[in-house]
């Protein structure tokens, strides 16, 4: 049973667009979610968070919107740079424990 | 900032060895860090939380026996894959739980991709 779904595995997006990744979940027990960026071969980098508590959350070119009622969020990213072709992981985590809960990633290509 | 050292980051071994790898915490103390492996395409599955002076905490489905944790000080986790096979092939990521705690502070290491031969 897959709590966090990112039904996406890839994305193509032109360069200087805007890249919008989709994350579903169905634990609404979850309370904090987090977008991770992944290069090949290296670990995840934490990019952006946000609480249960907000519906939004920008960092710069990044923005986080939260749908608690759809148990849905995205990860925007404006405007699109070739650095940013990479595999992007939503995840998630309840207050009960310090898990972390993955989705499978989508794959963002940025097109010169 | 916080980081959280993976050592190897690629081991290639034979088949029915064992393989160490190491999760390091550089510049704080992690009570709590956690063991995920990546299969192709899919998700970072979390293998096991690592609790420091006592027994690792493992998720459904994998094995304790093959997959040995241990959490020996507030800065070193180790995993250790036993008579390694190659669908052990993976991607091995640790993370740990740095600063104020929860996963506020969540970092990762840079992973080891281990190659079973």
């Known amino acids: 049973d897959q709590q966090v779904k990112q039904n996406s595995p890839s994305l193509s997006v032109q360069e200087g667009r805007i890249s919008i990744l989709n994350c579903d979940y169905t634990?609404?027990?979850?309370?904090?979610f987090l977008w991770y960026k992944k290069y090949p071969a290296e670990g995840p980098t934490f990019l952006i968070s946000?609480?249960?508590?907000?519906d939004k959350n920008e960092d710069g070119r990044f923005t986080v919107f939260l749908n608690k009622s759809a148990k849905h969020l995205s990860l925007h990213i404006v405007p699109s740079q070739p650095g940013d072709s990479a595999v992007y992981f939503c995840?998630?985590?309840?207050?009960?424990?310090?898990?972390?809960?993955f989705g499978k990633g989508t794959r963002l290509h940025i097109l010169p | 900032g916080a980081v959280v050292s993976q050592h190897p980051s690629r081991v290639i071994c034979k088949s029915g060895t064992s393989v160490k790898i190491e999760c390091r915490s550089l510049?704080?103390?992690?009570?709590?860090m956690f063991w995920y492996r990546q299969f192709p395409k899919q998700s970072l599955m979390l293998m096991a939380t690592?609790?420091?002076?006592?027994?690792?905490?493992?998720e459904q489905g994998v094995e304790k026996d093959k997959f040995l944790i241990n959490h020996a000080s507030l800065t070193l986790s180790t995993l250790t894959v036993t008579s390694a096979h190659p669908e052990d092939s993976s991607f091995y990521i640790c993370?740990?739980?740095?600063?104020?705690?929860?996963?506020?502070?969540?970092?990762f290491g840079s992973g080891t991709r281990l190659t079973v031969v």
């Open positions: 993370s740990a739980i740095t600063g104020t705690g929860g996963v506020y502070g969540y970092t």
């Open positions: 510049d704080f103390q992690a009570t709590t």
């Open positions: 690592s609790n420091e002076g006592s027994k690792a905490t493992y």
């Open positions: 634990n609404s027990m979850f309370d904090y």
């Open positions: 995840a998630a985590s309840d207050f009960r424990d310090d898990k972390i809960i």
């Open positions: 946000i609480s249960s508590i907000k």
